[in-house]
């Protein structure tokens, strides 16, 4: 993305509309402004301060509201979201005082904040699993089974993502830069399976094989891309979490983070030279 930081301000004659900035840049955190009697939702732990205006309650379920199914329903939006290996609980902020209060939350990694309205996008967003980071009260926060049993196994995100619904905006957390691509229909992109972060529904979703037998085992970009069929926006991040988590634990290696002496033609002897052993 092009323009950093991300604000936006509210339209006039838009009720649910929340005020926004992101701020930094590869460490960002989303500044939220909500109006009296507005809300916001977040993921358990996200919040960096708020204005003591806002009330704080933790929620069972997606925080989206209770549209009548009573605790069956909170069991069903709980249970959608233990599918993805998120918290069962959410947290909704609320701003119970006068004039305008402030809220903030922040990415627990490095990378950035999109801010999406699922207005403009047809109502719908499907990400990675641990994609959601907060959004306007009623967006509801569901999952998405992937229909091809290749693609499930195989896709970098197993069977299940995450289906955000609704019609306000949501901030979505992405590792290291994004890039977003609009794709013409019939128009085809390979990307790493990690790599992909998030795409519209009318984006056909499948694997293809990277190439030859030596190209699979290599060429060092694993067995198969996604491949991505428009019409439909996908949106591609440059460093998903789980290559950054793999590096720095074969970083680490077997003694547990200690300084290996990269570096060093002296190796263990220079740790201990060193003062590191």
Not at 172 to 195: F, I
Not at 203 to 229: K, N, Q, Y
Request: hydrophobic residues 40%.
């Amino acid at each position: 993305m092009t323009t950093s930081p991300w604000t936006h301000r509210r339209r006039s004659g838009v009720a649910d509309d929340v005020d926004f900035e992101i701020k930094g840049q590869e460490l960002q955190f989303v500044e939220i402004e909500l109006d009296p009697g507005e809300s916001a939702v977040a993921e358990a732990g996200a919040m960096v301060w708020k204005d003591a205006s806002i009330e704080m309650t933790t929620v069972f379920g997606d925080g989206s509201g209770d549209a009548g199914g009573g605790f069956m329903g909170k069991l069903l939006g709980a249970g959608k979201r233990l599918v993805t290996s998120e918290n069962l609980f959410t947290t909704v902020f609320t701003h119970h005082g006068r004039g305008k209060a402030r809220v903030a939350f922040a990415s627990p990694t490095p990378g950035s904040i999109l801010p999406l309205n699922l207005a403009d996008l047809g109502g719908t967003l499907i990400c990675q699993k641990d994609a959601f980071l907060a959004a306007a009260k009623g967006v509801s926060i569901g999952v998405q089974f992937q229909r091809r049993v290749m693609t499930g196994l195989f896709g970098g995100e197993g069977f299940v993502m995450q289906r955000l619904d609704g019609d306000g905006w949501v901030f979505v957390q992405m590792g290291g830069t994004v890039v977003e691509r609009e794709l013409r229909h019939g128009e085809e992109l390979h990307v790493d399976t990690g790599c992909l972060a998030a795409y519209t529904p009318s984006i056909d979703f499948d694997l293809v094989t990277v190439g030859g037998i030596r190209t699979m085992f290599s060429g060092g970009e694993g067995v198969f891309f996604a491949r991505l069929r428009g019409p439909g926006k996908v949106w591609i991040q440059s460093l998903p979490f789980s290559r950054l988590a793999g590096r720095m634990l074969a970083a680490a290696g077997s003694r547990g983070g200690q300084n290996r002496g990269e570096g060093s033609a002296l190796g263990s002897l220079g740790d201990w030279i060193g003062g590191n052993d």
